[in-house]
């Protein structure tokens, strides 16, 4: 017999978000990507934050934001990331390649994780 326990704290958001990075992060690898670097940031205020820095076979870096919804209204998962949010990652990648000597091909992916499981959007947007 099972018994339930009181006083179980919820998951927090930013646990929800590691659980969904963790399970994008395998769904990729499981594709062939390398992980180069988790939740890149630059520094200061109103910077970027990156949450999966990934490789691909070709040498494309990867730049993948992942999004976790319970819930398919409004959009879901992939019409959460706005503008701002592109502009943000974007400058993120563009701080995260200038330690590179020469620049490798780049792309920004999303992964959404949702109640029907993990959907890879290749080249999402542009840094443009």
Known sequence: MQFLKKN??????????????????????????????????TPGRGGGEIDLIMQAADGTVVFV??????????????ASIGWVKQRRIVFAAHHYLQ????????????VTIESSGPQWLQAAFDAA
């Open 8 to 41: 179980t704290p919820a998951p927090t958001t930013k646990a929800r978000g590691d659980a969904g990075e963790d399970e994008a992060l395998a769904y990729l690898q499981a594709r062939g990507l390398r992980l180069l670097q988790r939740n890149y940031r």
């Open 65 to 78: 934001e992942v999004r976790k919804r319970s819930r398919s209204d409004h959009g879901g998962a992939a």
């Open 99 to 110: 330690r590179w000597r020469r620049l490798p091909p780049a792309r920004f992916d999303v």
